[in-house]
Structures are given as structure tokens and as C-alpha cells.
């Protein structure tokens, strides 16, 4: 599951809708609930612990990706 | 033999998938806590589908145990759940005291045991199982190492809150006991909290440690619909002992101190408690009668002939000595554990007799209690009220008369000493507002959301009123909790926006707050209720006033409740 399935899965929306440059504002099952998931099933996936700051700032795919990277994850 | 555990991630998409096809016929699961416990709900339902028991979940609403157990009509009292699982943490019902420090003991118990208490009455009107999870031991100790050592301090409070939790819960029926202490010690205190979550969100657990907590639910709910598995059917060559009683004769197996022989002996220890406690135990074994007699015979063996209900020593296919053995004991294969260390032997067995449960001896006997209290095979539940001859115990009953005598609804409700502050918000107030606005899903009226930058230009508009809602209860300060537009237009009054948190919902905050809007109205108030996938409990409040989704509704006396106090502002 590359980076995009993986949020698509965790938000229970088609793999299509979520692209490399989507934000929360255009999933609507992107609550606060489901952000807890995603940071939850990000953390487990790649093995990473976020801040309590980036934990709120991973609200698009770009944010997720940049900081993904900067923790050298490949993705 | 235990598979390896799914990941959280892995579970919530089982869960998802499983949930889809059920239906009403399937019973729901109403979970309640004192935390947000939504990352729960997924996890238990994932659980519970393992074991066979997949039922509908529903996470109900936050940190509102009691009233929801006791008032009638709440959201749980209407979905009439199958099983409740309530789970409070002590730190959140301690909010309103300091920490267990010089006070009395019972200061910091008769909370939880209230909670305890109603939520048994309550499963019992629901003709429910309760799943009761004992709090894990808070992890705020302003004396730090120096807590231990005090009798009435964080731990000694909390040990006694248990301990009676445990007390008036014993032996009534339809109630099972949890204990998330256990899963936070198997994990760590580390890996099983999060200050991250806990301050975002008031999510204090991982999802390492809902996993667990949620194992552990599903296997106590197998426990009390299937039973316990009655009969252990264990190997004999490394598995009772060290080594090949065939090979190394009775004097080379391995039954010595100090080493791999004294786990084999632990373990022959083990199936004598087993035993005690009503596990029939049989021997399966390929070997020679005599040679496995002539080892028995050995002073170091624990276990003996007289031990055993059952047994098969021969060269005969495991599974069929295994069924003849249940067969003679007059019982089902659902009721049988067989034990091996050969994983050969233990699949032959699972072919053909797939509802014998199986556990592998590890390679290194040493781990065999961790193998075993891992897969949960031969867990039992204590013994029930009709096993003790129905000796229900005084402490207990006197309990639950105090909390029903103290705690009808309404006044569990005055008890509360809510006040609550309907304000005009200020210019700096609109980024708390607009936040509230965006972020609440379940009180609400379902319609559009106002922009921080437009709820600013309504703040503005002389034909537009805003109104900024705080509450405060004996517990604390909720802070600003709600808000409320209204829009005056040529056909009236309309209620544009309506929106309350979680945290405050089910005190008579929302009858407050309608109560303002129609006060300050000079005319009858228009109210349109949309329907959205998150807001029932608003629904349900607007329904309760008389609007209902789908018909503008015209409201123009909603009573500010008797209980709340009103804060005047300024």
C-alpha cells in the first residue's frame, strides 16, 4: 500500500479520490475521529512517532508527505 | 496455536468490512467510558467478530456513564444493546477532588462504585451483559516514588477503588470484569499511553493498548456464551517432560532443577490447579504404555495416574484417540484443548477434529505459561452466584440501594450544580466559535457552517444575534461549549445555527440554550432539523422540543430547566 492507499483506506474512501495533492477539506470522512486513526495507522505503518504539532498539522496529503520525508520515510 | 496478532490498522479494516453486513438481528454493543473511547469501537468489533460475535457497535456519548445508564430514553437506553462495555478512568472521576493524598480511602471509591452500580442495574433493565473494565492505576502521583509508600495515597486510592468495584459487582449476573491494568502492564506504561492524544483529543490509550483491552472483552464475552473449554489433553514427550521417554528411557528424560526440566515441572504444577478448578485432564501420546508408566513412576513427576480422567498411549493418529477419549468422557470436541509440542501432531489433530483447540508446547519450555496465558485457551470465569449457592453479598445490595436512593435522574442532574452563561461573544471569541462550528458533528442542526471569516461578518450584522455558551459544573469549568445564531428575517426569527460539544451534551445545557434563543426572540423561532450521518443526539434533543427533520417547526416556549443555574453575564 503506497501512501495514498493507505489514507484512502483509513478514511473508507475509494483509493481514486485520494491524490498526491489532497487536503482534508475534500474528504468528508476526514473528521477529527478519523485524523486520530490516520496519525494512529501512520505511526504503525512507518514505524515513526509525531510531535503533538505535526500531529495537527498532517491535514493534506503534501503536509503528510513532507513530513514523512523529513523522518526519511520513502514514500 | 496463536497466530500473530493483526495490527490496529488491519483490524479497523476488518472491522469495516465485517460491519457492513450486519444488521439489527446481529445485537449492538454500546460502549461508554469516561475518555473518548471512539478508537475503541472498531477494535472491540473486530474482537468480538473473532470470537464469533459480531454485533453492531456503538460508542456512546462522552463521559456520560451514569446518566446514560440511568436515565430512561438516553441514546443507550434506546438502542436496548446486547452488551454494554463501560470503562472509567479514575483521573476523570477524581477531577473534582485533589489527589488521593491524607483524605479517607472510601472518598476515592464511592464514584466508581456508583458508576458501578448503575451501570449493572442498568444492564440488567436491558437484559444486557455488562463488560466492566477496572481502571488502570492513574499515572499522576504528586509524591512520585513516594506514593507506595503511602496508605492513603494515588495507588492505595486506586487499589481500594478496584478492589470495591469488584466487591458489588461479584456475582451478580450478566456482569463480567476487565481490567485494563492488566493490558498497561503487559505493554508498558509507555506504549500503552499518549499525552499526545490525550491532550488532543482526551484519548488517553494507544491503539497498542484498545487492542488488548478489546482481546480481552471479546474473550470474556466467548467465555460467557460458550463456556470454558473443560478438558486439557496433553503430549507426554516433551511437553510433560524433557526429551523421548522411548529414546532416553524413564532415567534420561529431563525432569531436573535448574533448567529446562523444572518449566516441565511448572507446568505438570499448572494442570494440578487446572484440575482444581474443574479441568478434566487426558493424556495423548505415541509411545509405549510401559515406557510411559515406567517415567510417571519417577519421584520427580508431579503429576500422576490418578491425576488423569483419560488416556491413549499408542501409535494411533492423535485425532482419533483424542475423539475416543472425548467420546468416553461424554463430552463435545468444542470442550477439548490438546497440548503438543510437535506442530505435525497438532495440525493432524486440527484436520480432522477442527473444533478441538490447539496450543504448541514452545520449543523452549520455558515460555510455556506465556504461550498459554497469550492464547487464552483455558481462561474460566470465576464462579457464578449459582455456583456459591446465590449468596448475594450484603455489602453489595446495601450499595446499590444507597445509589438508587441517591441518583434518580433528576437528581443526578441537580447533583451537578450546572450553571450555565449564554453570552454575546467578542470579536477575539469568533476563533473559539469558529472552531466549535467546524468541529461538532453530533449536536447540531445539520445545516451549513459558517467560516471563520463569515461568522465575523455575522457578528457584525445588526439583523443577526450570536450567542457564545459556557458552562460550569461542580466538576470544573467546561469553558465555551456551544453557540447559537439566530437571523432576524421579514417571516421571523430563524435558527440559523445551533451547535453544542459532546462534553456538555445531556445536562439541560441544550434546553438552556434553546431557552435563550427563544427569550431574546420577539417572535416564535423557525427551526429546520437536517438529517446528517452524525447528528442524532441533536435530532433527538429538537424532536424531544417538538422540530423534527424535514418540517420547519415553530418554537417559542422552551423552559430553561429547573436544575441549571443561570449566569448572568457581566
Given at each position: 500500500?503506497?501512501?495514498?492507499?493507505?489514507?484512502?483506506?483509513?478514511?473508507?474512501?475509494?483509493?481514486?479520490?485520494?491524490?498526491?495533492?489532497?487536503?482534508?477539506?475534500?474528504?468528508?470522512?476526514?473528521?477529527?475521529?478519523?485524523?486520530?486513526?490516520?496519525?494512529?495507522?501512520?505511526?504503525?505503518?512507518?514505524?515513526?512517532?509525531?510531535?503533538?504539532?505535526?500531529?495537527?498539522?498532517?491535514?493534506?496529503?503534501?503536509?503528510?508527505?513532507?513530513?514523512?520525508?523529513?523522518?526519511?520515510?520513502?514514500? | 496455536?496463536?497466530?500473530?496478532?493483526?495490527?490496529?490498522?488491519?483490524?479497523?479494516?476488518?472491522?469495516?468490512?465485517?460491519?457492513?453486513?450486519?444488521?439489527?438481528?446481529?445485537?449492538?454493543?454500546?460502549?461508554?467510558?469516561?475518555?473518548?473511547?471512539?478508537?475503541?469501537?472498531?477494535?472491540?468489533?473486530?474482537?468480538?467478530?473473532?470470537?464469533?460475535?459480531?454485533?453492531?457497535?456503538?460508542?456512546?456519548?462522552?463521559?456520560?456513564i451514569i446518566?446514560?445508564?440511568?436515565?430512561?430514553?438516553?441514546?443507550?437506553?434506546?438502542?436496548?444493546?446486547?452488551?454494554?462495555?463501560v470503562?472509567p478512568r479514575l483521573?476523570?472521576l477524581w477531577?473534582?477532588q485533589?489527589?488521593p493524598?491524607?483524605d479517607q480511602l472510601s472518598d476515592y471509591s464511592q464514584m466508581i462504585v456508583d458508576v458501578a452500580v448503575a451501570a449493572a442495574d442498568?444492564?440488567?433493565?436491558?437484559?444486557?451483559?455488562l463488560?466492566f473494565v477496572l481502571p488502570a492505576q492513574p499515572?499522576?502521583?504528586?509524591?512520585?516514588?513516594?506514593?507506595?509508600?503511602?496508605p492513603v495515597g494515588v495507588i492505595a486510592a486506586w487499589e481500594s477503588a478496584r478492589l470495591d468495584v469488584r466487591t458489588v459487582l461479584a456475582g451478580r449476573?450478566?456482569v463480567?470484569v476487565?481490567d485494563a491494568e492488566?493490558?498497561?502492564?503487559?505493554?508498558?506504561?509507555?506504549?500503552?499511553?499518549?499525552?499526545?492524544?490525550?491532550?488532543?483529543?482526551?484519548?488517553?490509550?494507544?491503539?497498542?493498548?484498545?487492542?488488548?483491552?478489546?482481546?480481552?472483552?471479546?474473550?470474556?464475552?466467548?467465555?460467557?456464551?460458550?463456556?470454558?473449554?473443560?478438558?486439557?489433553?496433553?503430549?507426554?514427550?516433551?511437553?510433560?517432560?524433557?526429551?523421548?521417554?522411548?529414546?532416553?528411557?524413564?532415567?534420561?528424560?529431563?525432569?531436573?532443577?535448574?533448567?529446562?526440566?523444572?518449566?516441565?515441572?511448572?507446568?505438570?504444577?499448572?494442570?494440578?490447579?487446572?484440575?482444581?478448578?474443574?479441568?478434566?485432564?487426558?493424556?495423548?501420546?505415541?509411545?509405549?504404555?510401559?515406557?510411559?508408566?515406567?517415567?510417571?513412576?519417577?519421584?520427580?513427576?508431579?503429576?500422576?495416574?490418578?491425576?488423569?480422567?483419560?488416556?491413549?498411549?499408542?501409535?494411533?493418529?492423535?485425532?482419533?484417540?483424542?475423539?475416543?477419549?472425548?467420546?468416553?468422557?461424554?463430552?463435545?470436541?468444542?470442550?477439548?484443548?490438546?497440548?503438543?509440542?510437535?506442530?505435525?501432531?497438532?495440525?493432524?489433530?486440527?484436520?480432522?477434529?477442527?473444533?478441538?483447540?490447539?496450543?504448541?508446547?514452545?520449543?523452549?519450555?520455558?515460555?510455556?505459561?506465556?504461550?498459554?496465558?497469550?492464547?487464552?485457551?483455558?481462561?474460566?470465569?470465576?464462579?457464578?452466584?449459582?455456583?456459591?449457592?446465590?449468596?448475594e453479598s450484603y455489602s453489595a445490595e446495601t450499595q446499590r440501594r444507597t445509589v438508587?436512593?441517591r441518583?434518580?435522574?433528576?437528581?443526578?442532574?441537580?447533583?451537578?450544580?450546572?450553571?450555565?452563561?449564554?453570552?454575546?461573544?467578542?470579536?477575539?471569541?469568533?476563533?473559539?466559535?469558529?472552531?466549535?462550528?467546524?468541529?461538532?458533528?453530533?449536536?447540531?442542526?445539520?445545516?451549513?457552517?459558517?467560516?471563520?471569516?463569515?461568522?465575523?461578518?455575522?457578528?457584525?450584522?445588526?439583523?443577526?444575534?450570536?450567542?457564545?455558551?459556557?458552562?460550569?459544573?461542580?466538576?470544573?469549568?467546561?469553558?465555551?461549549?456551544?453557540?447559537?445564531?439566530?437571523?432576524?428575517?421579514?417571516?421571523?426569527?430563524?435558527?440559523?445555527?445551533?451547535?453544542?460539544?459532546?462534553?456538555?451534551?445531556?445536562?439541560?445545557?441544550?434546553?438552556?440554550?434553546?431557552?435563550?434563543?427563544?427569550?431574546?426572540?420577539?417572535?416564535?423561532?423557525?427551526?429546520?432539523?437536517?438529517?446528517?450521518?452524525?447528528?442524532?443526539?441533536?435530532?433527538?434533543?429538537?424532536?424531544?422540543?417538538?422540530?423534527?427533520?424535514?418540517?420547519?417547526?415553530?418554537?417559542?416556549?422552551?423552559?430553561?430547566?429547573?436544575?441549571?443555574?443561570?449566569?448572568?453575564?457581566?
Amino acid at each position: 500500500m503506497n501512501l495514498e492507499e493507505l489514507i484512502a483506506a483509513v478514511l473508507d474512501v475509494e483509493p481514486e479520490r485520494v491524490t498526491a495533492i489532497t487536503t482534508r477539506d475534500e474528504i468528508e470522512t476526514w473528521d477529527s475521529l478519523a485524523q486520530l486513526s490516520l496519525v494512529s495507522a501512520l505511526e504503525e505503518t512507518y514505524d515513526i512517532v509525531f510531535t503533538s504539532a505535526e500531529m495537527q498539522e498532517l491535514v493534506s496529503v503534501p503536509v503528510i508527505r513532507t513530513v514523512l520525508r523529513a523522518r526519511s520515510v520513502d514514500c | 496455536m496463536t497466530a500473530t496478532p493483526l495490527t490496529a490498522l488491519q483490524r479497523r479494516l476488518l472491522w469495516r468490512r465485517v460491519s457492513a453486513g450486519l444488521t439489527q438481528t446481529n445485537g449492538t454493543t454500546v460502549v461508554l467510558s469516561t475518555f473518548t473511547a471512539n478508537p475503541l469501537e472498531a477494535l472491540v468489533g473486530a474482537a468480538l467478530h473473532t470470537e464469533g460475535l459480531s454485533t453492531k457497535m456503538v460508542t456512546g456519548p462522552y463521559d456520560q456513564i451514569i446518566s446514560e445508564c440511568l436515565v430512561q430514553g438516553s441514546e443507550t437506553d434506546l438502542l436496548q444493546p446486547n452488551t454494554v462495555v463501560v470503562w472509567p478512568r479514575l483521573e476523570d472521576l477524581w477531577r473534582a477532588q485533589p489527589l488521593p493524598l491524607v483524605d479517607q480511602l472510601s472518598d476515592y471509591s464511592q464514584m466508581i462504585v456508583d458508576v458501578a452500580v448503575a451501570a449493572a442495574d442498568a444492564a440488567e433493565r436491558w437484559k444486557a451483559t455488562l463488560v466492566f473494565v477496572l481502571p488502570a492505576q492513574p499515572e499522576l502521583r504528586p509524591l512520585g516514588v513516594g506514593d507506595a509508600g503511602n496508605p492513603v495515597g494515588v495507588i492505595a486510592a486506586w487499589e481500594s477503588a478496584r478492589l470495591d468495584v469488584r466487591t458489588v459487582l461479584a456475582g451478580r449476573s450478566g456482569v463480567l470484569v476487565a481490567d485494563a491494568e492488566q493490558s498497561v502492564r503487559c505493554l508498558g506504561v509507555r506504549a500503552a499511553t499518549d499525552p499526545r492524544t490525550l491532550t488532543a483529543a482526551r484519548v488517553p490509550y494507544t491503539d497498542a493498548l484498545f487492542c488488548l483491552v478489546a482481546d480481552d472483552i471479546a474473550r470474556l464475552l466467548r467465555l460467557a456464551k460458550f463456556g470454558a473449554r473443560k478438558v486439557a489433553i496433553v503430549d507426554a514427550d516433551n511437553t510433560l517432560w524433557g526429551g523421548v521417554v522411548g529414546e532416553d528411557g524413564a532415567d534420561g528424560i529431563d525432569l531436573l532443577d535448574n533448567g529446562p526440566g523444572e518449566a516441565f515441572r511448572a507446568f505438570q504444577s499448572w494442570l494440578l490447579e487446572l484440575r482444581r478448578s474443574g479441568t478434566i485432564i487426558g493424556v495423548a501420546s505415541k509411545n509405549n504404555e510401559a515406557d510411559l508408566w515406567e517415567a510417571f513412576g519417577r519421584s520427580e513427576m508431579v503429576l500422576n495416574q490418578a491425576h488423569l480422567a483419560a488416556w491413549r498411549v499408542n501409535w494411533s493418529p492423535k485425532s482419533q484417540n483424542i475423539a475416543e477419549m472425548i467420546d468416553e468422557l461424554n463430552l463435545g470436541l468444542a470442550s477439548a484443548v490438546f497440548i503438543d509440542d510437535n506442530p505435525l501432531e497438532l495440525s493432524e489433530v486440527g484436520e480432522s477434529l477442527p473444533e478441538v483447540a490447539l496450543l504448541q508446547m514452545p520449543i523452549d519450555a520455558s515460555y510455556w505459561m506465556r504461550e498459554i496465558a497469550e492464547s487464552g485457551l483455558l481462561d474460566r470465569l470465576p464462579p457464578t452466584n449459582e455456583d456459591l449457592g446465590r449468596a448475594e453479598s450484603y455489602s453489595a445490595e446495601t450499595q446499590r440501594r444507597t445509589v438508587r436512593e441517591r441518583m434518580t435522574p433528576e437528581e443526578y442532574l441537580r447533583s451537578l450544580e450546572i450553571a450555565v452563561l449564554c453570552s454575546d461573544p467578542l470579536s477575539s471569541d469568533i476563533a473559539r466559535l469558529s472552531q466549535l462550528v467546524a468541529k461538532t458533528n453530533q449536536f447540531t442542526l445539520g445545516g451549513y457552517r459558517h467560516s471563520e471569516s463569515e461568522l465575523r461578518g455575522l457578528l457584525a450584522d445588526s439583523q443577526v444575534r450570536i450567542r457564545m455558551i459556557s458552562v460550569i459544573d461542580k466538576f470544573g469549568n467546561y469553558g465555551v461549549v456551544g453557540a447559537t445564531i439566530v437571523r432576524s428575517t421579514s417571516s421571523g426569527s430563524l435558527l440559523d445555527t445551533f451547535v453544542l460539544s459532546c462534553r456538555a451534551m445531556g445536562r439541560g445545557v441544550e434546553e438552556a440554550m434553546m431557552a435563550d434563543v427563544c427569550e431574546l426572540s420577539e417572535t416564535a423561532v423557525r427551526v429546520n432539523v437536517l438529517l446528517t450521518p452524525r447528528n442524532l443526539p441533536g435530532r433527538t434533543f429538537f424532536e424531544s422540543i417538538g422540530a423534527f427533520v424535514g418540517e420547519e417547526a415553530l418554537l417559542s416556549s422552551v423552559r430553561w430547566p429547573v436544575h441549571v443555574k443561570r449566569t448572568i453575564s457581566e
